[in-house]
C-alpha cells in the first residue's frame, strides 16, 4: 500500500513529521517498508515541442526541436516515442542527467547521423508507472520550463507500508489515517458525505438473480445514472497522486474509480451506459461463458463464478475486473455506477482460479466495508458531479445490506493478564471508541464490556483481538519483557504412566515420545544435518510423483495452485529445496525435517515422520581420501543411529526390498519389525531428481515415528567388563548371490548370545575362484566369557555351532 504525506494529511490533522509518521505506522503494526523521495528526478523539466519531422535515415525516429526554457534556443533531439508530435508538452532531460530507471548517463550524442542534445521521457524511464509505449504527456498548461518534480509534486515523500491480510481497512489512506489518530498522532478529519438527490429516473436497474444457497455472495447492489457527463483528463492534484503510486491517469471517470479504491478502500465501477444492453443483472456464470476483461485478455467462466451481465452479455467479473465491451472512453457522456458489496469467499476462490490481480480484488477479498456502499455512492456522486459535470439519475438497489453486527464481551482485565500492561480503563475505552468501536457495560458485578465493532473491522471477532488493538496501539515497546520460568520435564522424577488420561491429552507416554522426537532431532544436527520447516502441501504433481494422489487430500482453498495438495511424503518438499540451493552453488547438503504427513483425511491418517536427505558427496574433498557421491548406506546409518538412539533393538529389525517406487528400485530397502515397517531409505530415483532438474546423487530416508516400540523411561544399567582374554576369529563363508548378508550375521549372533560379543561384515567378494550366483562374506567375530578364559574345546565347539547355524539359514559353507 502506497501513499504520499500530503495525501495521509489531506485525511490527518498533524503536524508531524515524515520520520514521526513512519515509525508510529511500524508500532502500530502497519509496517513502512520504504520512504520514497524523488530526489533522482530532480533537473528534468517540462518542455514544449515545437517541431517533429521525420528522421532522414531512420523509419521510426523523429527529429524534434524542443523549447526546454521561455527565450531559450530550440534543441534538436532525436526521439522515437509514436506519440512524439508538434505541441506536445513533455519531460526533458539534458546531458549530465542519470535516468532513473536504469542509470544511464545522459550526453550529447549522434543518433544515425543526426546530434540528439538530451532526452524525452517515458514514465517507465523516470520509474512513474510501467508505460513504456510513448513519452509522458502533459497538460497544454503545463508551464515550459518550470521543475517536473515541482509540477507533479513530487517532493511529497511516497510511503510504503505492509499490510497483514486482517488488515483490509488500511488498504485505504483514510484507514491508516484512522489508525494514526486513534494512536495520538494528530486528529482524524471527517469524511464529508451528503446524499445527492437524483434529477431524473434511472434508465438503468439492477436485479440479483442467485440461488438461495449463493445469496450470500452479493446481498446488495446499488447504481446511479450520470449523463452530460464530459470524460477530459482528471485534475492535476488527482493525477499527481495516482502517478505518485504507480497507477496511471487514464480519464476523469475512470481516474476517480481509482482513487477512491487507494483513497477510501471502495472500489467501485463505472460503465459507458450508452453501450449497455438493457438492465444489469449480478448472476453465476454460464459454464464456459468468456468474459473479454480491461486488461486485454479473454477469460473462461465456471458456474461459480458471479458475473455482472445485461441482456446480452457479460459486463464484468464481479469484484474483480471490468469488461472491455462497455468501458468508460474519453467520448464517454452517459455512465452508471455500480457500487456493491462482495462476499471475501467467492471474490478469492475467483480470482485465484484465474489468476487475476486487481485493486478491487485485494480488497473485495480482505472484506470491505459494507456500509460503504451507502456513503461510497455519495462521494462517488459528488465527485464525478464535480469533475465531469452532468446530472445524476436517482439510485437504484436491489438487495438489502447485510446485518454483519456482532458484540464481544471483553474483560479488560485481559490486557494486563494476556500482555503483561497495566492500561487505565478509561484509556482502553477510548482507544476503543477512537478505533470505531462502541463500548457499553455489559455486568459491572464481573466488570465486563459490550463491545460493538465497527463494519470496516470484520477481523475483531473475540476478546483477544480487542486485547491486541488495545496493545498496538499503546504500543508493543510498552510491554515489559519478562522470562518465563524455567520447567525441564525429567521422567526420572515422576516415573508413573498415567494411563487413565483421554487419548490426546499430555500424560507421561506423550511427555515421553515429545522427548524421544527432541532427542532425534539434536542428534541429526551433531550429525551434520541441518533442520527444515517446510508446508504441509505440495503441487499436484508432486504428490502424485509420491503417491499422494487421493482427491480428498485435496485442498478447497489453497494458496496457490502449486500448494493445493496435503503431501504424502517429507522428501518432496526437502528435494525441491535442496534442489534450490544446489542452483545456488550449494552442492553437498544435508537437510532433515520432522513433521507430519497425510495418508487420508482421518487422524489415524496423519502421522509423525523424521525425514532426512543427502546431495552431492558424502565427504568434502581432502587429500587424505578420495570422495565419493552419498548412496543408500550412508542414509541407512544414519536411520540405524536414530533407531538405536531411539531405543529400537538393531537385532528385531530386518532389511527388506523393494522401498517406495520414488526411490531406486535397486538402491533402497525397508526396515520391518515383524510385519510393521518402521523405516525406508535409499537413492532418490533418477525420474524423480529429473523432475526436480537436479544434478549428480541424492539419498533419503524415512523414520515412522508413530510405528516405533513405545518410548519408555530410560533405565540405569552398570557396565560390566570381563577380565578375561578375548579370542578373535575370521570366517570366510560362501553363500548364494541373492543372500542377505544381514541374514547371516542375525543366524550366528543367535548361537550363544553370552560367548560370542561381536559379529561384522568387513569383506564381500564375487568372481574368479567362486561359482555364478555364489558370493564370500568375510565375517570377524569376538569370542569372550565374563568368568572365565575359553579354552580351545569350548571355542571349537562354538566355532562348529555356529558353522551349523549358518549353514542351517543360508546356505553358508566355508570359503575352500
Request: hydrophobic residues 40%.
Amino acid at each position: 500500500m502506497k501513499f504520499t504525506e500530503q495525501w495521509l494529511k489531506s485525511h490527518l490533522k498533524t503536524s508531524a513529521t515524515t520520520a514521526e509518521i513512519s515509525d508510529r505506522l511500524t508500532n502500530l503494526g502497519l509496517e513502512v517498508e520504504e520512504i520514497i523521495e524523488r530526489r533522482d528526478l530532480q533537473g528534468f523539466m517540462i518542455a514544449e515541442i515545437m517541431e517533429a519531422k521525420p528522421h532522414p535515415d531512420a523509419q521510426r525516429l523523429q527529429v524534434c526541436m524542443v523549447q526546454a526554457a521561455p527565450g531559450q534556443p530550440l534543441l534538436q533531439i532525436v526521439c522515437g516515442a509514436p506519440n512524439a508530435r508538434k505541441g506536445l508538452k513533455t519531460v526533458l532531460g539534458l546531458p549530465g542527467m542519470v535516468v532513473p530507471s536504469n542509470g544511464m548517463v545522459l550526453k550529447k550524442s549522434a543518433i544515425r547521423g543526426v546530434e540528439s542534445q538530451g532526452m524525452l521521457c517515458s514514465g517507465q524511464e523516470l520509474k512513474l508507472s510501467s508505460d513504456a509505449d510513448g513519452i509522458i504527456e502533459l497538460p497544454a498548461d503545463a508551464p515550459v520550463g518550470q521543475a517536473f518534480v515541482t509540477y507533479a509534486n513530487l517532493n511529497d515523500p511516497v510511503i510504503h507500508i505492509a499490510i497483514t491480510p486482517n488488515r483490509a481497512d488500511c488498504s485505504a489512506v483514510y484507514g491508516v489515517a484512522r489508525d494514526l489518530a486513534a494512536s495520538g498522532l494528530g486528529e482524524l478529519i471527517p469524511l464529508k458525505t451528503q446524499s445527492r438527490k437524483g434529477s431524473f429516473k434511472s434508465p438503468i436497474s439492477w436485479k440479483i438473480d442467485l440461488s438461495t444457497t449463493a445469496s450470500d455472495r452479493c446481498p446488495i447492489v446499488a447504481g446511479r445514472h450520470f449523463r452530460g457527463l464530459r470524460n477530459q483528463s482528471s485534475p492535476r492534484w488527482l493525477q499527481q497522486r495516482l502517478q505518485a503510486i504507480g497507477q496511471r491517469p487514464i480519464s476523469a471517470l475512470v481516474d476517480i474509480t481509482n482513487y477512491l479504491t487507494y483513497d477510501l478502500g471502495r472500489p467501485l465501477h463505472l460503465y459507458d451506459a450508452q453501450r449497455l444492453n438493457g438492465n444489469l443483472v449480478i448472476r453465476l456464470a454460464k459454464d464456459k461463458e468468456v468474459l473479454p476483461a480491461l486488461d486485454g485478455q479473454d477469460y473462461s467462466l465456471s458456474s461459480d463464478d458471479v458475473v455482472i451481465a445485461d441482456q446480452q452479455q457479460v459486463q464484468g467479473l464481479a469484484g474483480i475486473i471490468g469488461g472491455r465491451s462497455a468501458a468508460c472512453e474519453l467520448t464517454t457522456t452517459e455512465a452508471f455506477l455500480e457500487v456493491a458489496y462482495f462476499h471475501p469467499t467467492t471474490i478469492a476462490r475467483t480470482g485465484r482460479r484465474l489468476n487475476i490481480l486487481s485493486d478491487a480484488r485485494y480488497r473485495f477479498e480482505r472484506g470491505v466495508d459494507p456500509q460503504s456502499v451507502t456513503w461510497g455512492m455519495d462521494i462517488a456522486t459528488q465527485m464525478i458531479l464535480d469533475i465531469c459535470g452532468g446530472e445524476a439519475s436517482d439510485t437504484v438497489q436491489a438487495g438489502q445490506l447485510p446485518n454483519l453486527v456482532r458484540q464481544i464481551k471483553f474483560n479488560p482485565s485481559q490486557v494486563t493478564h494476556l500482555g503483561g500492561v497495566s492500561i487505565p480503563e478509561a484509556k482502553m475505552q477510548q482507544i476503543l471508541t477512537a478505533l470505531g468501536c462502541a463500548v457499553a457495560m455489559a455486568s459491572k458485578i464481573q466488570d465486563i464490556w459490550l463491545v460493538t465493532p465497527p463494519s470496516w473491522r470484520p477481523d475483531l471477532q473475540q476478546g483477544v483481538d480487542l486485547v491486541e488493538e488495545i496493545l498496538r496501539v499503546i504500543g508493543y515497546q510498552q510491554i515489559v519483557s519478562t522470562p518465563l520460568p524455567a520447567f525441564t520435564p525429567n521422567p526420572l522424577i515422576s516415573p508413573t504412566i498415567d494411563k487413565s488420561k483421554p487419548v490426546g491429552q499430555p500424560g507421561m507416554t506423550d511427555m515421553l515420545a515429545y522427548q524421544r522426537q527432541d532427542m532425534l532431532k539434536r542428534l541429526m544436527v551433531t550429525r551434520g544435518y541441518q533442520e527444515a520447516l517446510t508446508y504441509s502441501f505440495l503441487s499436484p504433481k508432486a504428490a502424485e510423483l509420491f503417491g499422494g494422489k487421493s482427491p480428498a487430500l485435496t485442498l478447497t482453498n489453497p494458496i496457490t495452485v502449486d500448494l493445493s495438495v496435503m503431501r504424502p511424503s517429507l522428501l518432496p518438499n526437502l528435494l525441491q529445496a535442496a534442489a534450490r540451493n544446489q542452483n545456488r552453488g550449494l552442492k553437498d547438503w544435508a537437510v532433515f525435517e520432522m513433521g507430519p504427513i497425510f495418508q487420508d483425511i482421518t487422524p489415524q491418517g496423519q502421522q509423525p515422520v523424521l525425514t532426512g536427505l543427502q546431495i552431492g558427496n558424502a565427504m568434502r574433498r581432502q587429500w587424505a581420501a578420495p570422495t565419493r557421491a552419498v548412496d543408500a548406506f550412508d542414509v541407512k546409518g544414519t536411520l540405524m543411529t536414530m533407531l538405536q538412539a531411539a531405543g529400537v533393538s538393531l537385532e528385531a529389525i530386518t532389511t527388506e526390498t523393494p522401498a517406495a517406487a520414488y526411490y531406486h528400485p535397486g538402491r533402497s530397502g525397508k526396515l520391518m519389525m515383524g510385519k510393521v515397517m518402521i523405516g525406508q531409505f535409499g537413492e532418490i530415483h533418477p525420474r524423480i531428481l529429473q523432475h526436480y532438474d537436479m544434478q549428480g546423487t541424492a539419498a533419503g530416508f524415512e523414520l515412522f515415528l508413530k510405528d516405533l516400540p513405545e518410548a519408555k523411561i530410560p533405565q540405569k544399567s552398570s557396565l560390566t567388563l570381563s577380565p578375561y582374554q578375548p579370542v578373535e576369529r575370521d570366517f570366510a563363508l560362501v553363500v548364494d548371490t541373492s543372500v542377505p548378508a544381514e541374514k547371516l550375521l542375525r543366524a550366528i549372533r543367535q548361537v550363544d548370545k553370552q560367548l560370542i560379543r561381536k559379529v561384522e561384515l568387513f569383506d564381500v567378494y564375487s568372481g574368479k575362484g567362486l561359482a555364478e550366483g555364489k558370493k564370500s562374506l568375510a565375517i570377524g567375530l569376538v569370542l569372550q566369557a565374563a568368568d572365565h578364559t575359553l579354552t580351545d574345546e569350548e571355542i571349537t565347539a562354538l566355532t562348529n555351532k555356529i558353522l551349523a547355524a549358518a549353514n542351517k539359514a543360508t546356505g553358508a559353507v566355508l570359503r575352500q
